[in-house]
């Protein structure tokens, strides 16, 4: 089978329909139901752990406070319904890492409903525990780890409405900068801190065919391969007069492919019934959660940033993608952006040119010197405000400005007018001061100076090249052609 998660010439026949279900672990301080710290980087097993969340009969639950208004800000950004009214429904299964017998979930009364991420209508949004964590030895030996049981669990389900797999990834990736940005979680898939699901089906008519699900996908690249896959894999049942039967699959990362892992589940098979330890909430009640409060704490969201950077700076995407993943580095650009001071330059013009110096020769130095970590530490806004105004003004060439950025990456507290002075990176500007040294090439190049005058325009360029040399490379590339040509008739 064709392992390739690119459907694009499988024909039209059949129409792929994915829905997912996106877990992601939110960042607070304890967890969900007791007071037990949610630390996901304690390595020791078992030791963030309580009778509550080790599901010691006679224990009660209690709410997190701070995990609910994390939903419902997710619920603000995607601009969905927020419930007024909510409960908590015991979900009814067994395995090793649910200890109770049944995980405290959210059913018929979700925080969230509806909303849209990435242009992907959502179906809801709610929160519920997080289940322990298994590991299995070669000895076939099972170990449980509760330190994660009962941390806080976002659930994200979208409806099913996408039909590839690089649009499943796209929004799972916006999902995880979502998070980040809200400060909800840090949603790392390799941590397992967010983890994705497909439901994914094929159909030759609009009705939606007999779907299976994907289960715990943990890296993006997987998400698209698995989605392919399964689409692939379906489609080859039908094609053989078979029916594609419902059920839970794993994905194999080394082999590429999905495996039945068992027959999926309907809700009744979890046999829900509200939580009867925890009261029913009327959010609406709670000052905490109104939304005039939860609205003060957003920042501005990953998409709106991404167009102002290119709306208002002429970022390409590319580019805008970039600061829109590293907010730090987002807002370093923007204090250079603030310490712009010489007026005669626009702001457009000066965030372009500030940008492509950060961005490649800034980043390339760095890399070179091995100092990657310190990028945001080094150069001073201000210092880039001088440098860009030094570069517009004539001052600096582009080779001078690209100099100057070594200089100050060793010595980023010099200013730059200094070091430019020191490192003769000034560019000459006056006419009659060069006239003396463009003489001298035009002396020392005359089969150049007639090549040219026969029409040879390449040997104009070799003529400034050697104009810049003389001037050790201080002379303004502009005024040594103007006054080239000028000399030559």
Same mark, same amino acid.
């Given at each position: ?143 449980? *780890? ?52 497909? *439901? ?290």
């Amino acid at each position: 089978m064709n392992k390739s998660a690119d459907i694009i010439g499988i024909g039209s026949k059949y129409l792929p329909t994915i829905g997912l279900e996106i877990h992601a672990e939110l960042k607070t301080s304890s967890k969900m139901f007791c007071s037990c710290k949610n630390d996901p980087d304690e390595e020791k097993p078992n030791m963030n752990v309580c009778p509550i969340c080790l599901g010691h009969p006679g224990t009660l639950p209690s709410l997190n406070k701070e995990a609910i208004a994390k939903v419902l800000k997710i619920g603000l950004a995607v601009n969905g319904k927020l419930a007024d009214f909510t409960e908590w429904d015991r979900k009814q299964y067994f395995y090793p890492d649910i200890p109770k017998g049944y995980q405290i979930s959210q059913y018929a009364y979700p925080l969230v409903s509806g909303g849209k991420l990435a242009d992907v209508e959502l179906e809801r949004v709610h929160l519920e525990e997080d289940t322990a964590q298994s590991t299995h030895d070669q000895h076939e030996k099972s170990l449980i *780890n509760f330190n994660r049981s009962g941390v806080p669990l976002m659930e994200l389900v979208t409806k099913p409405v996408i039909h590839d797999a690089k649009t499943a990834v796209h929004f799972a990736k916006e999902l995880q900068l979502l998070i980040r940005y809200l400060g909800a979680g840090e949603a790392n898939m390799e941590k397992g801190e967010m983890r994705v699901e497909a *439901n994914v089906s094929v159909s030759e008519n609009p009705e939606l065919g007999i779907k299976t699900e994907v289960k715990n996908l943990n890296s993006f690249r997987a998400v698209e391969k698995a989605i392919g896959y399964e689409i692939k894999r379906q489609i080859d049942i039908l094609e053989r007069g078979e029916k594609v039967v419902q059920e839970t699959r794993g994905w194999d990362d080394r082999k590429e492919e999905t495996i039945s892992r068992r027959s999926k589940e309907s809700a009744h098979d979890y046999r829900y019934f509200p939580e009867p330890d925890i009261p029913k909430m009327k959010i609406s009640e709670i000052p905490e959660f109104s939304r005039e409060i939860l609205s003060r704490g957003m920042p501005e969201l990953p998409w709106i940033r991404r167009e102002r950077f290119i709306n208002d700076f002429g970022a390409t995407s590319k580019e805008a993608e970039m600061f829109v993943e590293d907010s730090a580095l987002a807002s370093y650009f923007e204090k250079i952006i603030k310490a712009k001071k010489d007026s005669k330059i626009g702001l457009k013009e000066y965030a372009r040119l500030a940008m492509n110096y950060l961005l490649t020769d800034y980043f390339g130095g760095l890399k070179k010197k091995g100092r990657m970590c310190h990028i945001l530490t080094l150069i001073p806004p201000a210092s880039w405000a001088e440098l860009i105004s030094m570069i517009m003004n004539g001052e600096l060439s582009s080779r001078g400005a690209k100099d100057m950025i070594t200089y100050l990456i060793d010595e980023p507290q010099g200013a730059p007018r200094d070091l430019a002075v020191k490192h003769a990176l000034i560019q000459q500007n006056d006419p009659e001061a060069l006239k003396k040294t463009i003489k001298e090439v035009i002396e020392s190049n005359k089969v150049v100076v007639s090549e040219y005058k026969s029409g040879k325009q390449s040997s104009l360029q070799y003529l400034i090249g050697q104009a810049m040399k003389a001037t050790g490379g201080s002379a303004n590339p502009s005024l040594i052609k103007e006054i080239l040509l000028e000399l030559m008739g």
